[in-house]
């Protein structure tokens, strides 16, 4: 199993800006990458960015692009997703995703989430 803590959510202003900290723990994977998911009230859960933990590729949703930045530290095994400019509808409980390949097959390991909430 793979472990995750997620932190930094809270309230913020628009236009005004959070960092998210994701820090993973337990089992490894030789390939995996993780990234971040938000679900707002009444919506399905959506992708906001990952990052591979190979080569660093990164990955963003078109609403967040130019706005949010994905960055991972490899020695303390944690992921950031910096959110700048944020905007009312980026309001939602924001998922830490942990993806793992083995076995030819990738493994889902979700956080707790964490809730952002941006007023107008």
Do not use: H
Request: net charge positive; proline share 2%; with cysteine.
């Amino acid at each position: 199993q793979v472990q995750l803590v997620e932190s930094g959510g809270g309230l913020v202003q628009a236009g005004g800006s959070l960092r998210l900290s994701c820090a993973a723990s337990g089992r490894t994977f030789s390939s995996y990458a993780m990234g971040w998911f938000r679900q707002a009230p009444g919506k399905e859960r959506e992708f906001v960015a990952a990052i591979t933990w190979s080569g660093g590729s990164t990955y963003y949703a078109d609403s967040v692009k130019a706005r949010f930045t994905i960055s991972r530290d490899n020695a303390k095994n944690t992921v950031y997703l910096r959110m700048n400019s944020l905007k009312p509808e980026d309001t939602a409980v924001y998922y830490c995703n942990y993806k793992g390949r083995s076995g030819g097959i990738w493994i889902d390991y979700w956080g707790q989430g964490t809730q952002v909430t941006v007023s107008s």
